[in-house]
C-alpha cells in the first residue's frame, strides 16, 4: 500500500522543481516578462495545468514552503 500523503507530496516538489528551472532558463536568458507561466504544484499527479503569475506572485507563494501554486 502506498503512502498517498507522501506521493502527494513528492508530486508537489516536483512540479516547483520544474517551475524552478524554467525561471533559470528565463534567467539565463535575460528574458524579462510581466506574466510567467507555471506548471501547477497541486498533488494530483494527472494534473497538466498551467497558471499565469507574475514573478513576484509566485515568489510569494514559495514563501511559505508549505504552500505551492
Known amino acids: 500500500m502506498t503512502d498517498w500523503r507522501a ?3 513528492r508530486n508537489e516538489v516536483r512540479s516547483r522543481s520544474t517551475n524552478e528551472w524554467i525561471q533559470a532558463a528565463h ?3 535575460g528574458e524579462s ?3 510567467d507561466r507555471y ?3 497541486c ?3 494527472g494534473c497538466a495545468s498551467t497558471v499565469t ?3 513576484p ?3 510569494a507563494v514559495r514563501a511559505d514552503g508549505h504552500t505551492f501554486v
Open 7 to 9: 506521493d502527494e507530496a
Open 27 to 29: 534567467d539565463s536568458f
Open 33 to 35: 516578462n510581466d506574466m
Open 39 to 41: 506548471l501547477c504544484e
Open 43 to 45: 498533488s494530483d499527479m
Open 53 to 55: 503569475l507574475t514573478r
Open 57 to 59: 506572485e509566485y515568489e
